[in-house]
């Protein structure tokens, strides 16, 4: 598989909503999720800034609402997005978290799923490093399955059934995380993971 150092184990504090193993960059762009509204649904996204170019600083200053607008031309089109996801795994492994899963990341914009419009509302957004049509890392499979299985662990009204793609819960709108990810390899690791 990969040559990259195993990630230390996850663990979820359900207070905080904070995953101890992650590098924390806490966002401004979250709030708090309609009241007794629970994660039921786990969102995977693809995210690259510039588009196509990997292992920069800037998702980090775009969740938190720092990105240099002359740093790029792309920059300046997106400019004033508030918007984040709850974890960010790089192309390395490596988990970044900007928002507590309990709360309400701003991610999915407009959406539906089910029927159910406002996914942000009761989903967690993951964001892969990458682009629609670059394979995601081994790496990025396995910190994505491990982190989804904490989380299924956590947050007993997430289920393996209820995880999707950006794309599918805004079709016509969001392509991401694209067709370079491997839903049938996700969902294998994912069935053989035991924690
Ligand atoms: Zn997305």
């Keep these: 598989m990969s ?6 184990p996850l663990q ?22 309609p009241a007794g509204v629970l994660p039921e649904l786990l969102v995977v996204h693809g995210i690259s800034l510039p588009p196509g170019e990997f292992g920069g600083p800037w998702i980090d200053r775009l ?8 740093a790029h031309p792309y920059f300046r089109e ?6 984040s996801a709850h974890a960010l795994i790089r192309r390395d492994g490596q988990i970044v978290q900007y928002v507590p899963f309990g709360e309400r990341a701003w ?3 407009q959406s539906a799923y089910r029927g159910r419009s406002a996914c942000n ?14 394979p995601y890392s081994d790496a990025q499979y396995q910190a994505l399955v491990a982190l989804t299985a904490t989380l299924l662990v956590a947050y007993p009204s997430l289920t393996r059934q209820a995880i999707v793609g950006h794309s599918d819960v805004a079709p016509g709108r969001k392509t991401d995380p694209g067709f370079a990810f491997d839903w049938e390899r996700f969902r294998t690791l994912l069935a053989t993971t035991r924690r």
Excluded at 63 to 70: A, H, K, N, R, Y
Excluded at 78 to 83: N, S, T, Y
Excluded at 121 to 134: N, V
């Design 3 to 8: 040559d990259a150092v195993p990630p230390p």
């Design 12 to 33: 979820i504090d359900r207070a905080s909503g904070l995953l101890a193993g992650a590098r924390q960059v806490l966002s401004p762009h979250f709030d708090a999720r």
């Design 63 to 70: 969740f938190t609402g720092t990105l240099p607008v002359d």
């Design 78 to 83: 997106i400019a004033g997005q508030r918007v």
């Design 107 to 109: 991610h999915a914009g």
């Design 121 to 134: 509302d009761f989903s967690i957004g993951l964001e892969l490093e990458g682009t629609d049509d670059t």
